[in-house]
């Protein structure tokens, strides 16, 4: 046997084992976000609006990129599109826990999309306490953009901001 032939049977046998190790992995797991995009849904009974706040500021939405798969569906953009989407956003407050303050939900045709970002959560409240609608849902205007393919082919974040004034009376 000449050293060409010993050479081709060890890469037979690691290319039969390489294949066999494939095999036998099983099929891919699907990522956390896309396996149950559904597992996040308020039902629409609950969301009852006790006050629709006025337009005002651009308030931005805190989103760790958890609630892409639920901005998706609602934006109904098409893959490489960016979405531009107005809607009516219900605004949920969480319950406190010690120690950390309420997390207040943005909820769209019953998914959540993100959540209040901690520097608006000051007004919010106090708005809240003033109108003596504590700790209940509340909806404001909306608006969903971007989530489209960049010129350099990367997809791009969603931006969602809401319509509202804390400040009205």
Not at 19 to 41: E, F
Not at 42 to 58: D, F, M, T, V
């Amino acid at each position: 046997m000449s050293y060409g032939q010993i050479l081709l049977f060890f890469v037979m046998v690691w290319l039969s084992y390489f294949v066999y190790w494939l095999l036998s992995r099983g099929p891919p797991h699907a990522p956390k976000i896309l396996s149950h995009p559904l597992s996040k849904t308020i039902a629409s009974k609950k969301l009852i609006s006790k006050k629709h706040w006025a337009r005002g500021e651009s308030v931005a939405v805190a989103d760790d990129g958890e609630h892409t798969s639920n901005i998706f569906r609602i934006a109904g953009n098409t893959f490489g599109q960016s979405a531009h989407r107005e809607c009516v956003a219900f605004l949920v407050p969480g319950e406190e826990q010690a120690g950390f303050e309420m997390a207040v939900s943005v909820v769209v045709e019953g998914l959540r999309i993100g959540q209040l970002s901690q520097r608006d959560l000051i007004p919010y409240r106090a708005m809240l306490q003033g109108a003596g609608l504590d700790a209940q849902v509340t909806s404001c205007d909306a608006y969903i953009g971007g989530g489209g393919t960049g010129v350099d082919g990367k997809k791009q974040r969603y931006a969602i901001s809401l319509n509202v004034d804390w400040f009205e009376a």
